[in-house]
């Protein structure tokens, strides 16, 4: 059992920045890929960014050199830096934990509230 928990959303202008952080309690941690994913109003749940347990990280295109996703094993946790924030990243942002990078059925987090203010 993996227990996720974000934090790190928050109200920020359009071109800002903001740092997310998924904290784990589980001793298995760097066993587990772990995956960014965001969900807008009325649209469906959508990857940003995901890592595997070796560090092999894909981004979404819509992300792609804004954003950067990173781990520390040590402290059982998985950061994702977002810099030049538009209104568009709006969403709720959920972390997930998997046994593979394709996080079929992971573990979730409560998600953290991201919104991007014109």
């Known amino acids: 059992q993996v227990q996720l928990v974000e934090s790190g959303g928050g109200l920020v202008q359009a071109g800002g920045s903001l740092r997310l952080s998924c904290a784990t309690s589980g001793r298995t941690f760097s066993s587990y890929a772990i995956g960014w994913f965001r969900q807008a109003p009325g649209k469906e749940r959508e990857l940003v960014a995901r890592i595997s347990v070796g560090g092999s990280i894909n981004y979404a295109d819509f992300v792609k050199g804004r954003f950067t996703i990173s781990r520390v094993n040590a402290l059982n946790a998985v950061f994702l830096q977002m810099n030049n924030l538009k209104p568009e990243d709006t969403a709720v942002y959920y972390c997930?934990?998997?046994?593979?990078?394709?996080?079929?059925?992971?573990?979730w987090g409560q998600g953290t509230q991201v919104t991007v203010s014109s």
């Open positions: 997930a934990a998997g046994l593979t990078m394709s996080l079929i059925t992971p573990y």
